[in-house]
């Protein structure tokens, strides 16, 4: 998550406050059929974590969970549950931000994504969407050669709906799959 630990303290001391009890969630080595291989467990961000948990109850087939947001998640889960690794790159407003602020002569407002680009705004666009597409299809290669087969692809996030459209993969949108780990873990808990 990308959430700061103020940001976290500062909600925990308002929820207090309003005599809310919170229960605060975090990767674990090992839960509901997923088994989380970072080297430090808690490491793992837990919207990610989440989003595995979920992914794990919708197949049991190799999976990349994708979450494209603030920056891009792109995780690969085994056909036996193992959280392999995965990769973080930049979102698509980073990468906006970035080349705003890193060159000197890009000036541009919001474009369009195009094949072949002829003006600097459709550029940067079409840049930001075969960077994250890249980076998507690079990994789910990865897992379908670990695999021995097709993974399955799950992308989420706000960003989602910009790569999706330009994925060269099968890939299932869905709209609230960290929200869904985290009924996993009430179920699992038996917190409902």
């Not at 890193?102 to 075969?130: C, H, K, L």
């Not at 299809?137 to 993974?151: D, K, M, S, W």
Request: charged share 15%; with cysteine.
């Amino acid at each position: 998550s990308v959430a700061s630990a103020a940001h976290e303290q500062r909600l925990a001391t308002l929820l207090e406050a309003a005599g809310i009890s919170a229960h605060w969630l975090a990767a674990e080595a090992d839960f509901a059929g997923v088994k989380n291989s970072y080297l430090n467990p808690l490491q793992l961000g837990v919207d990610r974590w989440m989003g595995l948990l979920a992914a794990r109850q919708r197949t049991r087939a190799p999976v990349l969970v994708v979450s494209v947001g603030t920056a891009m998640t792109v995780d690969a889960l085994s056909v036996d549950g193992v959280f392999l690794g995965g990769v973080i790159v930049p979102g698509v407003n980073l990468m906006r931000q970035a080349l705003q602020q890193g060159t000197a002569r890009i000036a541009y407002g919001m474009g369009n994504w195009q094949a072949f680009p002829r003006g600097t705004a459709d550029a940067v666009e079409s840049g930001i969407v075969a960077a994250l597409c890249g980076a998507i299809q690079q990994q789910h290669a990865r897992l379908a050669e670990v695999a021995g087969t097709v993974p399955h692809c799950l992308l989420t996030g706000g960003d989602a709906g910009m790569v999706l459209a330009h994925l060269a993969l099968p890939t299932e949108q869905v709209a609230a799959l960290v929200l869904e780990g985290v009924d996993c873990v009430a179920r699992e808990r038996g917190a409902r």
